[in-house]
Each structure stands twice: as C-alpha cells, then as structure tokens.
C-alpha cells in the first residue's frame, strides 16, 4: 500500500508544478506570473514532504525533508513580495507608505 501512496503524492506533485508552470506561461500580468510561481514552492513541497514520511518514515531524511520545504515556504513569501514592490516600481507606480 505504501508504494501506491507515495507514487499517488508524487504524482500529485509533479502535475502541481505542471499547472504553475503552464499559468507563469499564459498569465497576462507580472503579478498572474508571480500568484503562479509563488504556487511552486507552496504545494507541491509539501506534497513531496507527505510522499517522504509515507515512505521514510520518522527517520533523518524525513526531517530534512521538513526544514527544506519549511524554508521554501518562507523565502518565496520573501522573494515573491520584493519582487512584486520592484515590479511596481517598475511599472511606474509611486512606493506604497506604511
């Protein structure tokens, strides 16, 4: 049963970053192209992580599989953010106050 799982989830991770990848392509916007890519590192890591510990166990490989795709999750939030302010600078848009 494991194999079915795990193959299951990698499946579903790969056709995830499909889907991104095919909408970074046929966006209209720089802002559609970033929603799209900043998808990539939120949902098919996590779907790796999942096929990791249903194959690994709670083992070392498993938590290293955890602190990488933790810190995917934070430094695309990161990049994607300073990516959308250069974009809008840009674009000719005046800097957003806080």
Known sequence: MKPVVVDVLLA????????CVLGVL???TV???LHFS??????APLLLLAALAVAE?????TWNGVVDAAALLVLN??????TA??????????????
């Open 12 to 19: 579903l991770a790969v056709s995830s970053e499909v889907v």
């Open 26 to 28: 046929f966006s209209a």
């Open 31 to 33: 802002y559609d192209r």
């Open 38 to 43: 900043g998808a990539t590192t939120a949902v």
């Open 57 to 61: 166990g709670v083992k070392s490989p």
């Open 77 to 82: 939030a990161a990049l994607t953010h300073a």
């Open 85 to 98: 302010r250069v974009a809008r600078r840009r674009l000719g848009h005046k800097e957003l106050e806080l």
